[in-house]
């Protein structure tokens, strides 16, 4: 065997990973570098380096107003997504009661439902029922294909858990109040934490159930990258792309530095 195959033997894997992460990584190192494009009327052709649309990303018409929908949008989807899915997963995770495996099943339909076949059949009950789309019909749909993932977040997170210590807390005295928030909310906290954050990057990309519910004078971000993309997309809304990923990945290599620090203190 040769050096350069036995060299491969042991580096397969790693060389596929480069390959893969690269991949992956071109395209928003592309957003990235295009955020400093000099552009005119379209961001596609590089005309040189500048800072302005870093300094000014407000710049573009209706972009930041777009951003603001978004961000509002999925706040709000995500906090009322968290507090039911979270209930419907005790509910799950803890209780036997008639229709459970027929709701378990449930569950799953808005995460196998195409989001063409969803947003179309949102939008047809909000006519049916005489509301006009706008931002609390965009609410409501988001709120309803989020759920879903919360659901069964959480509930794998409440399947791990140990009933052992919610036992001893009991044998201590510790009513089923005090244990719940002594002893289970804080140890399905980190299981409610990362759904939620879940919830709001879906809430916050979502473009097609969005493009149908949420008529014609209000608009989120991706919709407003769908509709100026045809006649010149500004380098603000990269700008505003690239800070929405270094913070996804601040957050995420926060989480993984805690975590550590956790498990090494333990």
């Known amino acids: 065997m040769s050096t350069i195959s036995r060299w491969l033997s042991r580096n397969l894997l790693r060389v596929y990973a480069a390959f893969a992460f690269t991949f992956l990584f071109i395209p928003v190192a592309y957003v990235f570098a295009f955020s400093f494009n000099d552009y005119h009327r379209s ?4 005309r040189g380096f500048t800072f302005n649309n870093w300094l000014h990303p ?4 209706e972009i930041c107003p777009a951003l603001g929908n978004s961000i509002r949008i999925g706040l709000l989807s995500t906090l009322v997504a968290t ?10 995770g803890r209780y036997a009661f008639r229709g459970k495996g027929a709701i378990n099943t ?3 339909l808005p995460m196998a439902t ?3 076949v969803m947003g179309a059949s949102l939008l047809t009950i909000f006519l049916a029922m005489g509301f006009n789309p706008g931002f609390w019909t965009v609410v409501i749909a988001h709120v309803m294909f989020c759920i879903s993932f919360i659901v069964v977040t959480v509930k794998a997170r409440i399947a791990s858990l140990d009933p052992r210590l919610e036992q001893a807390a009991m044998d201590l005295y510790a009513d089923e109040k005090e ?3 002594r002893i289970t909310f ?5 299981g409610i934490a990362g759904a939620a954050l879940l919830a709001f990057s879906l809430s916050f990309d979502d473009f097609i159930i969005t493009y149908f519910n949420n008529g014609a004078d209000f608009q989120t ?3 407003f990258v769908y509709t100026h993309a045809g006649r010149g997309l500004p380098a603000q809304a990269n700008v505003i792309a690239s800070s929405m990923f270094f913070i996804a990945l601040f957050l995420v290599v926060a989480g993984q530095i805690v975590g550590n620090k956790r498990k090494v203190k333990a």
């Open 43 to 46: 961001n596609i052709v590089w």
């Open 58 to 61: 407000c710049d573009a018409l």
């Open 83 to 92: 507090i039911l899915g979270t209930m419907i997963a005790f509910a799950l």
């Open 106 to 108: 449930l569950i799953f």
């Open 114 to 116: 195409p989001e063409l």
């Open 179 to 181: 244990t719940f928030r």
């Open 186 to 190: 804080p140890l399905v906290a980190p």
């Open 221 to 223: 971000f991706p919709v």
